[in-house]
């Protein structure tokens, strides 16, 4: 289900004047904040925005990476403390990739906003999806096995009702479901540069993982990628605009401060670089929605090279507009009242997480180059 340009921004709008309170009574010092609970269930029971990625055959709405993408980068411009990236993003975009009857009784839960989901992957700090945990016992789809291991920087694990995660089964690799409830599984909590959003390693010993299917792991982690892209877009949307507002408000020598040529020409730079990350972000949610719907190889490399363009490139106007912003805010921005410090926390963290920006270059390039070599 699409929807037209104007229910887009209705839609926008209306994720704006939820999130517009902001994130500052959630964060502590430490670095783990505390899950805005009134407007998680404003976004999921309310608005119905946990059921948004679901297929309408699991009670969802239907719509694509493209609605997604909106929601996604309007709660990151207002840093809103609550799984929307891991839960309705890429937890929801796993679950229908690997499309079985019981991924389906997952994806049904999480349309109803009955629990909330996050995805370990394996190697967070990388592009790289070879498997860290390991299962042994049946493989078949629907059937219980016994998962080992251990998985850094999970987000949003700490709160999640269920881990998705991928596991090696012999020469089998599968996705599997874990409840955080029982015991043999334990998140510590981690210590992470954005204080706006829950990080935790996870240790599972012995615990039980319900058999979800198999699925090509590198198109889930493309669809990640793009989904984490809008965040980054909305991060440097909102920095942009906030030192545009600066500059019209600041006054040094009887002028605002935007009047001046070296303040104009920066903010010029930055919305090009705003701009040229929206772009990305375009390319690659219309080659996610194009995978879902025709699952073919051809969309799959399409997804493959847009996916870590857009993580490239937004990963990079992300970190660059919230750093420079925060020096036209001038020494209001280096103060800790000010926000301006959450935004590139964010920024930086979302850059790296998931591979670099160079790793993704050098990850779209050698796709185009095989893709030449096979052609």
Not at 31 to 56: H, I, N, S, Y
Not at 183 to 212: K, Y
Request: aromatic share 4%; glycine share 8%; hydrophobic share 50%.
């Amino acid at each position: 289900m699409g929807i037209d340009a104007q229910e887009r921004k209705a839609l926008a709008d209306a994720v704006r004047e939820a999130s517009a309170s902001g994130p500052r009574e959630f964060l502590d010092d430490g670095g783990r904040p505390t899950r805005d609970e009134r407007l998680w269930k404003l976004l999921t029971d309310q608005m119905g925005l946990g059921a948004l990625l679901v297929d309408e055959a699991n009670g969802g709405a239907g719509a694509g990476v493209a609605e997604v993408a909106v929601v996604l980068e309007e709660l990151a411009a207002a840093l809103a403390v609550v799984p929307a990236l891991t839960s309705l993003g890429s937890s929801t975009a796993l679950l229908r990739l690997v499309d079985t009857e019981a991924s389906s009784v997952v994806l049904q839960s999480l349309a109803a906003g009955d629990v909330t989901a996050t995805v370990a992957w394996p190697h967070a700090e990388s592009c790289d999806t070879a498997t860290v945990l390991t299962a042994s016992g049946d493989i078949a789809v629907g059937s219980s096995v016994t998962v080992n291991g251990h998985c850094d920087f999970v987000l949003d694990a700490g709160d999640a009702e269920v881990i998705l995660a991928p596991v090696s089964i012999g020469e089998d690799v599968v996705i599997v479901s874990i409840d955080t409830a029982p015991a043999g599984f334990a998140a510590q909590p981690m210590t992470g540069l954005d204080l706006t959003r829950g990080l935790a390693a996870i240790d599972v010993t012995d615990a039980t993982a319900t058999v979800l299917g198999s699925t090509d792991l590198s198109v889930a982690l493309d669809v990640a990628l793009v989904l984490m892209a809008a965040e980054q877009v909305g991060v440097a949307q909102h920095c942009h605009g906030a030192a545009v507002t600066w500059a019209r408000e600041r006054v040094q020598f009887d002028r605002p401060i935007g009047q001046f040529q070296a303040i104009k020409h920066q903010l010029v730079d930055l919305l090009m670089h705003v701009e040229m990350a929206r772009s990305a972000l375009d390319v690659a949610v219309g080659a996610a929605d194009r995978y879902f719907a025709v699952r073919d190889a051809a969309s799959a490399t399409a997804l493959r090279v847009a996916a870590s363009m857009a993580k490239a490139r937004c990963g990079e106007a992300a970190t660059i507009v919230a750093d420079q912003s925060l020096h036209i805010l001038g020494g209001i921005g280096f103060t800790w009242e000010h926000d301006a410090h959450l935004y590139l926390r964010r920024a930086k963290a979302l850059e790296v997480l998931l591979g670099s920006p160079a790793a993704h270059r050098r990850r779209s390039a050698t796709t185009l180059l095989e893709e030449a070599a096979r052609g």
